[in-house]
């Protein structure tokens, strides 16, 4: 192996192996990426240092995937001393888009209420600790006619890496920092306000040596504002790992069903609690109203029983989603479907806001086939499922969008998609079909227009992971209806835009936190939005439509990354017995909402908690949602005998 010493006492080395369409050479003392035009697509700056000496070693690891390995260590004569290692790679483009999975999307500026705003903050670059982000040390930038990312391994997790972005006028420089650090502010507390940075200490001692391993990952723009696709596909190939369910699909099935009976049924209202708190460790006690979807899914719930009933012909489960069913059905004004642009006002009882108005329509129009399959006659789930269709129809535009109340909030008005296809289904009615249509073609075209969507998470106002669903399961329906390739090309586009919120990495629990308590393990988990840094089991929803965008593309990373969703989602889910914080034993079935995979919201810890380190810590605020969506896939028999191969951990895993 040749190296070839340069001024700042640094040695580089670059394999001659072929990259496709890019070749690594050395120039200028540095070595430097072009494309097969012979054009600067980037280079590799070197460090430099009063004290530290380092040596690289550069070398193509796949197609447009290229390993870089620099070897830092003190120059003769340095004493030990702490020290401020980076890699740069700066990308010879202006950056038309940018990400750092989890936390920007082209620097949040269509994001108002985000504290990370831009790349900086008053000339500083933000740097972002490994634990913020979804994979270790990511960010991306896009070019006119190139993307690049970089990506790291955390080889000492005792001192960790964080990344940076620096985008200027002519260049956009990827850059890694040794060790951890979050400068110059972080956010502690949710999107309320900046707290003071805060750094780890690396030391070097004469003879010693810090090796650290980045990766490239290069492609030409085919597609703007989606080719951080390749990153995601890159970074999830380099870390992948198997992942066990901690609970067989019969057990998640039976404590789901005891979890909605016994700690979240209310029988004053025949309905389903939103949540369980614990205060002041007096036990846990129902919390947080009623909603037919939305945290709350009641209509999952209820619908989960009358699944249960099918199968087990457990009168006590009819009886229950029957009555949660009719309840909700009572608080729908009774006569047909409003015809007017303010009809879905009409159904107030259920929810003004598009998401969970969907979810309800959702919900009756399931209901309605599950009731004739258990011979009861309830006419009225059909009549209100549809009429919910019938009015969000009134309120759609020539262009595809919803406007009305309730429809205001980002990409929101894309949930109304699934249930009018359930309805057209049902139905074989067109209006619906064309109205699905037309919508999955409206809010596909806002993704890729902006790069990113919000409004599904409803509280906050920022770029989120749970709008995606309705785009992912629109179009994998429309596929599967039509057969038309636009709609598999919207459902990879609305499958990449998810993973980008799953976690490629697992992050070292902290000890004593709660996530170490449960053993937590944040791989193939779900952030929430861009203000909300927190990891939670929403993306379980999304799990059938990964699958069948697996079977359609062939591309056996949709159906790891399905598999990763659901085992990561049923981490810490009390038996009965499950004790955290000092808190009352955990009901049967309950789960918290997140967890903080970062340093972030202290606002919900106990007193005990370090304010300033709230990693590792939990929501105690255990609500009916993750239990629903669960109940919910397990209800369907193909799903669930997918589901059921999945290897459950046993004590050896």
Known sequence: MA??????????????????????????????????????????????????????????????????????????????????????????????????????????????????HGFDYEGTPWSFASHRTLIPGATYSEGEHHTVALFADVTDPKAGLSCSLIATASNTVHRLVFPEEELPKRVLRREIKLSPGRTN???????????????????????????YRYLLDAAWSHFYKPTFERHSAGELWTMGLRFARESLWDESTNMFHLALRCKSNRGWSKAGGFSIGWCGRNGDLANAMLADYLQTKNQASLEMGLACLDAWAARVEAGPATTNSAGLARFQGIASDANTLSDG???????????????????????????????????????????????????????????????????NDHRYFEAAKSALRFYIGMLRQDGCIW????????????????????????????KDPEFLTAAEDAGYYLAAWQFAQTIPNVPGSLMDAVGYDTFGGTSVATVHMCADPNGVSDIPYLLALAKHTGCEIWSQRAAAL?????QGISTGSLTLQGQ???????????????????????????????????????TAWPTAMRLTLLAYPNVRKQIETWPVRSQDN
């Open 584 to 622: 009352p034993p955990r009901p049967c079935g309950s789960q918290d909402e997140t967890v903080n995979y970062t340093d972030w919201n202290y606002s919900m810890l106990p007193p005990e908690i370090d304010r300033e380190h709230p990693r590792g810590s939990g929501s105690s605020w255990l």
């Open 201 to 227: 200490i690396l030391e070097l001692a004469p003879g010693e040596k810090f090796k650290a391993t980045a990766w490239l990952v290069l492609h030409p723009v085919d597609r703007p504002k989606i080719g």
């Open 361 to 427: 329509a959702t919900a009756f129009l399931r209901a309605a086939q599950l009731t004739s399959q258990c011979g009861v006659t309830r006419p009225a789930y059909r009549q209100i499922g549809l009429g919910i269709c019938d009015a969000a129809l009134t309120l759609q535009k020539s262009d595809g969008r919803f406007e009305g109340k309730g429809c205001e909030r980002g990409a929101i008005g894309a949930s109304f998609i699934p249930p009018l296809l359930d309805a057209y289904q049902l139905t």
């Open 3 to 116: 190296f070839v010493t340069l001024v700042s006492s640094a040695s580089i080395h670059a394999a001659n192996q072929p990259l496709q369409g890019y070749q690594v050479i050395h120039r200028d003392h540095r070595f430097v990426v072009l494309d097969d035009r012979d054009a600067l697509v980037g280079e590799f700056l070197p460090f430099s240092s009063d004290a530290v000496q380092s040596e690289d070693v550069v070398e193509p690891a796949g197609t447009n995937l290229v390993r870089w390995q620099r070897t830092f260590s003190l120059k003769p004569g340095q004493p030990k001393q702490s020290v401020r290692l980076t890699m740069d790679f700066q990308a010879a483009h202006q950056s038309r888009f940018a990400v750092i999975p989890g936390i920007s999307w082209n620097g949040n500026l269509r994001d108002p209420g985000n504290v990370y």
């Open 455 to 482: 409004g599904g998470a409803l509280d906050t106002r920022s770029i989120d992971k749970e709008t995606i669903l309705p785009f992912l399961a629109g179009s994998i329906r429309l596929y599967e209806l039509t």
């Open 566 to 570: 659901w085992c990561n989602a049923s």
